[in-house]
């Protein structure tokens, strides 16, 4: 029996939020990738808030480019928000994506932007 793409990605994602969560000293990197945007945020999960958001919608140059750009644009993009806020290290959470093409380049830009994880 095979499962589908979504069933799939739930499976994954469960169990890998399982083991990750977000403190307010490491909060959670969470990236959502749909078709044609990629957002990301900032996650404290002890108290339920969003600290720091960052989108490709938001960004007026992502619109123009490769996604694999925009991935970067945002991870460049998210990086600064967190740093300006006071956030250095972050635990990162794929959502249950493979770690490869825009979720990869996400993760790279926003690691040469400042954030430790």
């Known amino acids: 029996m095979s499962q589908s793409k979504l069933e799939r990605r739930t499976r994954i994602k469960k169990s890998i939020r399982k083991n990750i969560s977000g403190t307010s000293e490491k909060p959670r990197l969470s990236v959502y990738r749909s078709n044609k945007q990629l957002y990301a945020q900032i996650v404290d999960d002890l108290s339920g808030k969003t600290l720091v958001s960052a989108g490709s919608l938001q960004n007026k140059d992502a619109q123009s480019i490769a996604k694999i750009e ?7 993009d998210i990086a600064e928000k967190a740093i300006s806020s006071g956030i250095t290290q972050v635990v990162f ?3 249950g994506y493979l770690y490869h093409g825009r979720v990869k380049s996400f993760a790279e830009s926003a690691r ?5 994880f």
Request: positive net charge; charged residues 40%; hydrophobic residues 25%.
């Open 93 to 95: 959470d794929r959502n």
């Open 70 to 76: 925009q991935a970067k644009l945002v991870g460049k």
């Open 112 to 116: 040469e932007g400042g954030l430790k």
